[in-house]
């Protein structure tokens, strides 16, 4: 488990007061190339060697809403991993309180330059070899 | 069943050269008020009295990709509606070539002021009736 | 001079009920290329052909606030073209009352695919003729 | 002088595979916060005294390109200060190699909640202090 921490933007919020539903989506993002790195397999390193990791779905569940001057806590983990296919789900937490905001997940596939899907344990095994421990790990839990 | 067309934007690609994912939802709500607006219950009209329509949830799936230079057609239909509950379903195709590239949905509560929730029955008895009978209408499809 | 119209999407408010000051300089590349694809020299044509167009200044004033339920229509024009540079004039109104909401300037160069400035009349002489054509208009007005 | 540190995020790229210049404006944004925030006069302290600080304009000069794995360190410092106006200066540089991307300013006002311009000194002395005081230590430089 993993936790990215950073501040809600000004920019970031919208007429109703509070963050725009969309930028919970660009957190998870954030959050998950945090969570990448953290753990050892940088999204950079995909991309360096001509893999992109495009969303096939996303889903975001929001329970209250977050504000200007808050910061919030992104827990992320790996969902699920089958060498084609890498999940990711998201918990957002208001910092100072813990209570929860929005939750979700994200799914992703793996292509090459020619637009192919390709499996990360041919590619890659060392990412591969680092999201099967991911996994193992959120199993035996 | 209402259609909104509009143009990909540039700032909306990312260095994968297509819109980026966190994109689409907002296509989404650009879609929604277009088709509320389009159907007589103009979104201004709910936060003009006082009322607003906070996103419970979101789920989007990503078929192909959109580039810059392209035009989108976003169908919207109302999925479902119950006083207090309202969500819609979406589908992105390229213009020119009718190809899908994203669908989704939204599901919406109403809330007052107060942050109460409340049944759009009573408050706006004539959005009511409109969003009963674009229900009605899709049942019978 | 051409007319760009838009109206203003919820997501680009904040929580002072306006729209974000960062959201204007979205709006003047949204104009600036629907004002190249009016006057038949159209940005995916310079990128088709190997050549961007960076951003090397941007300036915005902000005279009035917009807000969510309204159109606004902006007005660009050539600001000057010399070859190796381009700039663009902006003008946001309110499409309801005319009011002047923002102005501003953005000033680009053309660099092609290994990074090196290019001139657009040896490059695009079609393009360089277009933008010849437009900044004589503009002085003899 | 105050230092703001960031990574550029994946959605802040576009398809000429660097941060869109209109993200630099939202940099200038959340580097304005903490800068306020770290010499002790947080934004949100003039929004719960019912100011608000709008945009008057905005300046950015781009040198060069900013790229998604960077780190970027945003210098800001007040530029001037005059009770009904204050203006920030801000040097986006990359953390690794100290290079010069981006520099601009940003003007601003404060008004109340009726609309009507105020001056900071009668409305909030201490601000008013601090602010003052970053402007003589700039002006001893």
């Not at 945090?34 to 329970?63: D, K």
């Not at 292509?111 to 591969?128: Q, T």
Request: charged share 30%; proline share 4%; hydrophobic share 30%.
């Amino acid at each position: 488990m993993t936790v990215y921490t950073r501040p809600v933007h000004y920019y970031e919020t919208d007429r109703m007061d509070c963050v725009h539903h969309s930028n919970y989506i660009r957190w998870f993002e954030e959050a998950r190339v945090y969570f990448m790195q953290e753990n050892g397999f940088p999204y950079e390193g995909l991309e360096a060697a001509g893999i992109v990791s495009p969303v096939l779905s996303v889903e975001a569940n929001y329970h209250a809403m977050c504000r200007f001057g808050e910061t919030v806590e992104i827990e992320v983990e790996l969902n699920d991993y089958s060498r084609t296919r890498i999940s990711f789900r998201y918990q957002v937490r208001d910092k100072k309180t813990g209570e929860n905001r929005c939750d979700g997940w994200t799914y992703h596939c793996f292509i090459n330059e020619a637009g192919r899907p390709v499996s990360l344990k041919k590619v890659m095994p060392e990412y591969d070899r680092i999201a099967s421990k991911l996994l193992k790990e959120k199993e035996e839990q």
